[in-house]
T-cell receptor
Framework: SAVISQKPSRDICQRGTSLTIQCQVD?????MFWYRQQPGQSLTLIAT?????????ESGFVIDKFPISRPNLTFSTLTVSNMSPEDSSIYLC?????????FGSGTRLTVV | RKEVEQDPGPFNVPEGATVAFNCTYS??????FFWYRQDCRKEPKLLMS???SGNEDGRFTAQLNRASQYISLLIRDSKLSDSATYLC???????????FGDGTTLTVKP
């Protein structure tokens, strides 16, 4: 399976600011996925990041709030913009490679 | 109705017990099935894939029933270290889309 390096692992941010989360994969993958996980809940897909095209967002998530970059086949960033306390959550990137989903270690975000 | 539904849990069992989780899915085009394990404050990790004929990995047995559209996970001789949340994942390969269940939490007690 792939190995993913995700950072930062955690952050505490002021409301109204933005945070960019990075994921680096040790293999080239066409699609990378960004999830959010509220405490005690399952994964919610935010968007699918495709190299060379715009990300595809799920219902309830918009590009202005969660802009995504995918400059190459091994790297992606997710920005949480204009944060509010409701954005406090764990954010995870993921890839599907060789019939296995591999996840980054997650970014635990607290907005105060 | 959710696309993937799991036993709500939580399951609290003593060490050595046998415990089973079920997961039902609504998309009949689903082709690949997995069980993932997520420890507290950690990312999900693949526990095992689920094959049509059923498969076993040590104390863990996974089964698929396509007619009834459910998969199951059986854990025998539970260990304290089995305490985690178990996520069912169903994938429609043609659509390139996977759906995660909400997870079932297992606590194994001494």
């Amino acid at each position: 399976s792939a190995v993913i390096s995700q950072k930062p692992s955690r952050d505490i941010c002021q409301r109204g600011t933005s945070l960019t989360i990075q994921c680096q994969v040790d293999s080239q993958v066409t699609m990378m996925f960004w999830y959010r996980q509220q405490p005690g809940q399952s994964l919610t897909l935010i968007a699918t990041a495709n190299q060379g095209s715009e990300a595809t967002y799920e219902s309830g998530f918009v590009i202005d709030k969660f802009p995504i970059s995918r400059p190459n086949l091994t790297f992606s960033t997710l920005t949480v913009s204009n944060m509010s306390p409701e954005d406090s959550s764990i954010y995870l990137c993921s890839v599907y490679l060789r019939t296995t989903y591999t996840f980054g270690s997650g970014t635990r975000l607290t907005v105060v | 109705r959710k696309e993937v539904e799991q036993d709500p849990g939580p399951f609290n069992v003593p060490e050595g017990a046998t415990v089973a989780f079920n997961c039902t899915y609504s998309n009949s085009a689903s082709q690949s099935f997995f069980w993932y394990r997520q420890d507290c404050r950690k990312e999900p990790k693949l526990l095992m894939s689920v094959y049509s004929s059923g498969n076993e990995d040590g104390r863990f047995t996974a089964q698929l029933n396509r007619a009834s559209q459910y998969i199951s996970l059986l854990i025998r001789d539970s260990k304290l270290s089995d305490s985690a949340t178990y996520l069912c994942v169903v994938r429609d390969t043609n659509a390139g889309k996977s759906t995660f269940g909400d997870g079932t939490t297992l606590t194994v007690k001494p």
